[in-house]
Nanobody, 123 residues
Framework: VQLQASGGGLVQAGGSLRLSCAAS????????LGWFRQAQGGERKFVSS????????YYADSVKDRFTISKDNVKNTVYLQMNNLKLEDTAVYYC?????????????????WGQGTLVTVSS
């Protein structure tokens, strides 16, 4: 599975962005998809994930009620709508795919990774 993330950019605090991750290759709809982020000098951390059928979603506490993940299995694309962005949301955002459970939050449990897209939130 190949993953191509896009949609990052510079936004003021309180603003919104929508990230997209297009999946291609062998049966991308057969994978659970997730978003992770890595701030400069920090570790890669779980943000959100969605089940294969799009029915089940999971969020880190830090983004719950602000971010929404969704999956379009026709377009093989997963989206991350980010609202009310905060300075601490600044990071490179990565999409990832796993053969395992969509509830998994550890980066090591994901099998495929996109190239990352930078989100910068300014004051």
């Amino acid at each position: 599975v190949q993953l191509q993330a896009s949609g990052g950019g510079l936004v003021q605090a309180g603003g919104s962005l929508r990230l997209s991750c297009a999946a291609s290759g062998h049966t991308p709809s057969g994978f659970a998809l997730g978003w992770f982020r890595q701030a400069q000098g920090g570790e890669r951390k779980f943000v959100s994930s969605v089940s294969r059928d799009g029915r089940f979603t999971y969020y880190a506490d830090s983004v719950k009620d602000r971010f929404t993940i969704s999956k379009d299995n026709v377009k093989n694309t997963v989206y991350l709508q980010m609202n009310n962005l905060k300075l601490e949301d600044t990071a490179v955002y990565y999409c990832a795919a796993t053969n395992g459970l969509s509830s998994m939050r550890e980066p090591d449990m994901y099998d495929f990774w996109g190239q990352g897209t930078l989100v910068t939130v300014s004051s």
